[in-house]
């Protein structure tokens, strides 16, 4: 059974810092393109960042890059979210997400682009 374990998430005032944490089990780590996606009411799902399925090549939607770092630790099969200099705008429920085909992608931009999700951690920052 794949499961996503997401954590971390809390409430920063703008400016601050977080790090998300996803621990993953139920399939073989590092077969598959995983990362993190987020969630406002009323709105689809959009990819923020992302490890591509073959290599270890980076996705990052424009709204983030510059401020977040993905990273992995496949001994651990987790993946982490380091957010910094976070604005109210990067309020969200966080999901860690994996896509479910094995393809080559440079980007993860939509919820179309994966195919399961954990539960979810929120992120609120305050200004």
């Known amino acids: 059974e794949v499961q996503l374990q997401a954590s971390g998430g809390g409430l920063v005032r703008r400016g601050g810092t977080l790090r998300l944490s996803c621990a993953a089990s139920g399939f073989t780590f590092d077969d598959y393109a995983i990362g993190w996606s987020r969630q406002v009411p009323g709105k689809e799902r959009e990819g923020v960042a992302c490890f591509s399925t073959y290599d270890d090549a980076t996705y990052y939607s424009d709204s983030v890059k510059g401020r977040f770092t993905i990273s992995r630790d496949n001994a651990k099969n987790t993946v982490y979210l380091q957010m910094n200099s976070l604005k109210p705008e990067d309020t969200a429920v966080y999901y860690c997400?994996?896509?479910?085909?094995?393809?080559?992608?440079?980007?993860?931009?939509?919820?179309?682009?994966?195919?399961?999700w954990g539960q979810g951690t929120q992120v609120t920052v305050s200004s």
């Open positions: 997400a994996l896509r479910t085909i094995r393809d080559y992608r440079t980007t993860y931009s939509k919820e179309s682009d994966f195919g399961f």
